[in-house]
């Protein structure tokens, strides 16, 4: 039920004709805290499926310390760290977290999945760690090396 959805914060009706919405939900980063991301995803109140669009925006909101960054998944594929399902069909709205040492760059990218029949609708935001406590400058060898 996405009225008892305690991180949503934005409800627009599509129109009096039609059974979707567009649905803003808030959601903070569990690990690197002071960062607040807001996503937008239409949700059919009807139909067994939602559409996968969707649209993401992340800020600074707090503090981002050193810390916090050590304690992420580094991975090139990042991690998962939203999930809200979209179907009952298993489809999935996922928020996924990548960090970009070389630029010093929290990404997340929010995209919809389906185990049996993947989307490719995406949508991409990023957070730079410059002038944060967590910034640290490139090393002289990786300057030096290209």
């Not at 959805?5 to 009706?13: F, Y």
């Not at 707090?62 to 304690?71: C, E, F, L, S, V």
């Not at 960090?99 to 993947?118: C, H, R």
């Not at 760690?129 to 990786?142: D, E, F, R, V, Y």
Request: hydrophobic content about 35%; overall charge neutral; charged content about 20%.
């Amino acid at each position: 039920m996405s009225g008892c959805d305690k991180s949503e914060v934005g409800d627009v009706s599509l129109g009096l004709f039609t059974t979707k919405d567009i649905k803003i939900n808030v959601l903070q980063d569990p690990v690197v805290t002071g960062v607040t991301c807001h996503v937008a995803s239409i949700e059919a109140d009807l139909d067994f499926s939602d559409p996968s669009d969707a649209s993401i925006s992340c800020r600074q909101t707090g503090p981002i310390t050193a810390n916090m960054i050590a304690q992420i998944d580094r991975s090139a594929s990042g991690e998962v760290i939203f999930r809200k399902s979209k179907s009952v069909l298993l489809k999935t709205l996922k928020t996924r977290r990548i960090f970009d040492a070389s630029s010093q760059t929290l990404m997340y990218v929010t995209y919809s999945t389906k185990e049996i029949n993947g989307s490719y609708k995406h949508s991409l935001s990023t957070v730079p760690l410059h002038n944060t406590q967590a910034w640290q400058a490139p090393s002289q060898a990786a300057e030096i090396s290209q």
